[in-house]
């Protein structure tokens, strides 16, 4: 199976330094981008692979899709990056039997329904509820922004 090297939660998925700056980081050479909607958009999603770093390749699934792809991953080379815009999605794919050793958050904007969880990041009720049952199940999760800054545990946070 491939070697999933990074978990991350950001909204905005692919965007500038921040990725090239993970990718760099985790010798990625995979992204997968798990997101109903997106996957359903055929401009996002090309939107989403011009973006991505030189030599990265992107793939874009739903959720049932990117369950069935990542148990198929056979033996390969891959470094694999696993990008969604919330924490339901993270569960999800645990509840499929997808291990996660950890969860890094990057970026959660705000909106009507979140309230803010630490400095630009914001979380509703129920995603907050859901970090804590990540949490429960001994998966750390951090708040980790770019590479070169140190990471904070969430926990403290809930």
Do not use: C
């Not at 992204?31 to 989403?48: H, S």
């Not at 997808?98 to 958050?105: C, S, Y």
């Not at 951090?142 to 990471?151: A, L, M």
């Amino acid at each position: 199976m491939s070697e999933i090297v990074l978990t991350r939660i950001d909204d905005r998925l692919i965007h500038g330094q921040v990725m090239t700056a993970w990718v760099k980081k985790t010798r990625a050479n995979q992204i997968l981008i798990i997101d109903d909607e997106v996957a359903k958009d055929e401009f996002m999603r090309e939107v989403l692979k011009m973006s991505a770093p030189n030599g990265i390749d992107i793939v874009v699934k739903g959720l049932a899709d990117a369950v069935a792809f990542l148990n198929q991953q056979g033996d390969n080379d891959k470094r694999l990056i696993i990008l969604v815009k919330g924490p339901t999605v993270i569960e999800q794919l645990l509840e499929n039997g997808i291990a996660i050793d950890k969860l890094v958050v990057g970026g959660m904007g705000a909106k009507a329904e979140r309230r803010v969880l630490y400095k630009n990041i914001s979380a509703s009720e129920e995603e907050r509820a859901v970090f804590k049952r990540m949490i429960d199940r001994k998966i750390p999760v951090v708040i980790h922004i770019i590479p070169d800054q140190k990471e904070t545990d969430l926990s403290k946070y809930l």
